[in-house]
């Protein structure tokens, strides 16, 4: 009996071949705590490890039947695969989706890969690498080191033993898909498609590995009633061929939350006879986002992004969602509690997320994991996340370019650091971060970091961090949004407002761009500690959330009304984002529980969240 793969979907549904092999199951497993076995000869083919894990399960999640939470310095991997003798001729692609957090990869102790980073892809060329090819059986090895001390991007994973506040279990080594593909001499890499809402067309750019001589590369766009249209340019003149594709009038559909409709988009690269050399599959959403006065609109339309903060963690396989249906359902239970959108927060999702949010018309902040970087040192020089910050937002803005769920970008969160006068590290990446966004991507907005220590003047977008839980404080401080005065709440160390002079800065002035409060909320919630003292701790591992805790679910529901409809009334205010979908370990601010079980009465809270937003009102009028 053939044991069931974990994860078994295919993880890139952007970018699809039919040939593949899932590597995901049984590997042997070792926990290497003195970063040693390199020396000790692990590396080696031969070398048999002491322990199995299932991948793609971190060995931290009980669902990589290892469950051992500790810090784990070095962990290895080990493989055996036999790769299909139907793949003769091609190269051999094995891919990973992500392993935290510097990775090495050897194939029949040959060393094919290096990779720093724990939340972005990687692949490595086998065939030309290792000369692995079909009908082989190679051993495939892995070390993943995760520094407890370094500054690295990790997220929300704790660097303490504990959990602790904010900052939860954390993951080591492989926790996505790890795949095997074949690919011709001369492939397809993964396609940039760009919708231009405007001329009702797709911009296709097409990588390939090299160029081929007479050779063309063919965009067929379709819909449910068949093709729509077809075109293609020559794959001889450029590293990467693009080709235009005008939808006809009469088959024009937007993307939109309302309707997300999704064409079909089949690239193929011909040879000089016609023949096909390599073909992939993919799809795409017409749609726009620009910004006019202090609204973003999406298709032309003000929409008033009632986004929730979802840190995609799961109780059973932390990083890893336990199965795509889980996926599925955390967006559900979004849009049901009346969000249309979410910040990923401190993670880069997974692409199989991404896809449902584009299928599902799902709003989404592709954001970076940036925590980990804070040093011991002066207020004005503690953030040092270094170029590898800018190598590893890079690669993530590459993978999800063409997912039209994607309204924004935001490569890093919360940076609390004093501006001084002098240039810092965090002023160097941070510049640097928004400038690579938006080389990468001219279509969507920037925003330089999401609340504190806004450090770039031409960001795109502005915000602010609000967890006052009081309504009435909290509408006297969101309310002094002013665009004409460029007034608006700032984050400062002590969240005073900086007008007054006794507090060192955080960010450079507000300049009149699109602003929104993009974390608020936090309400603190279990009816199971409700009868738990005032004395009870707002830190630990027993419960946790922002402020003073409400003492019944009906006051739950008033401070939710309370601060929703202060956002909500701001016309010059685009959006909000609450403060978060799911419990969280110990902190319990969710609106459901860790295991999405209810605790509130959802149609009530989308109730008060689909009251019209004074923005859309005002859009209504114009």
Known sequence: MTATIPRPEYPRPQFTRERWLNLNGQWQFEFDPGDSGFERGLADASQFLRAEITVPFAPEAPLSGIGDDDFHHAVWYRREVDIPAEWAGDRVLLHFGAVDHDATVWVDGAEVARHRGGFTSFTADITSRAGAKAGDTVVITVRARDSKDAPQARGKQSAEYWNHDADYTRTTGIWQTVWLEPVPQVAIGRPRITPDLGSESFTVEVPLSTGLAGGRVRVVLSDDDGEVAVHDARADLTLSPRVTVPVPADRVRVWSIGDPFLYGVSIELLGAEGDVVDSIGSYAGLRSVSIVGQAVLINGETVFQRLVLDQGLYADGLLTAPSEQALIDDIR????????GARLHQKVFEERFLYHADRMGYLVWGEFGDWGCKTTGPSDDRQQPGATYTTQWLEALERDYSHPAIIGWCPLNETRQHISDRITVLDDV????????????????????????????????????????????????????????????????????????????????????????????????????????????????????YGERVRTAEEFYERFEGLVTTLLGNADMFGYCYTQLTDVFQEQNGLYAFDRSGKFDIARIAEIQRRPAAIEEAARVL
């Open 333 to 340: 239970l979004s849009m049901e509690a009346g969000f249309n």
């Open 430 to 545: 941070m510049h640097g971060m928004f400038l690579a966004t938006k080389a990468m991507d001219t279509t969507r907005p920037v925003l330089d970091t999401s609340g504190y220590s806004h450090r770039v003047f031409e960001t795109d977008i502005y915000d602010s961090h609000n967890y006052d839980q009081v309504p009435a404080t909290f509408r006297e401080t969101m309310g002094l949004l002013d665009v004409g005065s460029k007034t608006a709440f700032l984050n400062t160390e002590d969240d005073r407002d900086l007008q007054q002079h006794d507090v060192q800065p955080w960010s450079v002035p507000y300049n009149g761009q699109p602003y929104f409060c993009s974390e608020f909320g936090g309400i603190w919630w279990n009816a199971e500690t409700a009868a738990a003292t005032d004395a009870a701790p707002q830190s630990g591992t027993t419960s946790w959330g």
